[in-house]
Nanobody
Framework: QAHLVESGGGSVQAGGSLRLSCAPSGLTSSYSNYCMAWFRQAPGKEREGVAAVRTTPDYADSVKGRFTIGRDNYKNMLYLMLSNLKPEDSGMYYC?????????????????WGQGTQVTVSS
């Protein structure tokens, strides 16, 4: 099975920045074939997609202009740069992946998930 490990979460004040990383392993195909994404879930709320990318990124409206998703296909890494953080950005952030398909966006069904990294933004 694929294994995704997130890191980089922490506690910051509003307006601060964080950089999250996701390190996949056990993938059965070339990493470049995988659609990779970040999701988040705040207490009492449903999980929501944040950003996804294989080549062209797809962002949730709530994070456009503040978050940037990136990947390094040479190092098999996925990143999420979070800036101008708001308290409503707080939650558990999950890395996700799926292989195949012509499209990579937040409507895709992701097969593999990490255990998450916590982001807490205080006002």
């Amino acid at each position: 099975q694929a294994h995704l490990v997130e890191s980089g979460g922490g506690s910051v004040q509003a307006g601060g920045s964080l950089r999250l990383s996701c390190a996949p392993s056990g993938l059965t195909s070339s990493y470049s074939n995988y659609c990779m994404a970040w999701f988040r879930q705040a207490p009492g709320k449903e999980r929501e997609g944040v950003a996804a990318v294989r080549t062209t990124p797809d962002y949730a409206d709530s994070v456009k202009g503040r978050f940037t998703i990136g990947r390094d296909n040479y190092k098999n890494m996925l990143y999420l740069m979070l800036s101008n953080l708001k308290p409503e950005d707080s939650g558990m952030y999950y890395c996700a992946a799926y292989e195949g398909g012509s499209y990579c966006n937040l409507f895709a069904t992701f097969d593999f998930w990490g255990q998450g990294t916590q982001v807490t933004v205080s006002s």
